[in-house]
């Protein structure tokens, strides 16, 4: 059975699809294709249809990531296929708990950043929004997704394996 992850952001085009190019290589490394499911998607529908943000495709690719995109905006519906829904900011997270059409489902919504084994993340889980500033911003937010990309591996990972038994 597929474990199914999304990520979710505003609009589709910065930290999610960030977040999905990057936790999809680490479930790769890790040998887990086939058996987890990566996508993102956005709280609002401004960009549907449009691909990533050039300067997230830039700083992925710098790093050694691919990423074949394009911008949806997440559905109710969704939440009875996903194990996680992982929200990039706490404004992310009230927009999706308003959406869970159960309380089981809105146990499944986590911000990216409470997978950051770092002590210092628990002082502000939000990724901030590098769309309105330079290339610096989605570098950041590079380094925040790689950073909680390997916790959330290994709560996946547990899963998965937890499911195999």
């Known amino acids: 059975m597929t474990y199914r992850v999304s990520f979710v952001c505003t609009g589709n085009i910065c930290r999610s699809p960030m977040a999905e190019s990057v936790f999809r290589a680490r479930v790769a490394e890790a040998g887990l294709d086939g058996l987890v499911e990566v996508d993102s998607a956005g709280t609002d529908g401004w960009h549907e249809g449009d691909g990533a943000d050039p300067r997230a495709v ?52 986590h911000l990216l950043r409470s997978y ?25 937010c590079l380094e925040m997704v790689e950073a909680a990309s390997e916790g959330l591996l290994a709560v996946v990972r547990d899963e998965v394996e937890g499911r195999a038994v």
């Open 116 to 140: 950051d084994p770092d002590p210092d993340a628990a002082d502000d889980l939000d990724v901030p929004d590098p769309y309105y500033g330079g290339l610096d911003g989605f570098e950041e």
């Open 58 to 109: 830039a700083v992925l690719e710098e790093h050694g990531y691919g990423t074949d995109h394009v911008a949806r905006r997440f559905q109710a519906s969704w939440f009875s296929r996903l194990d996680l829904v992982i929200a990039l900011d706490s404004g992310h997270r009230k927009a999706l708990r308003r959406l869970a059409p159960t309380e089981q489902d809105a146990q499944k919504i």
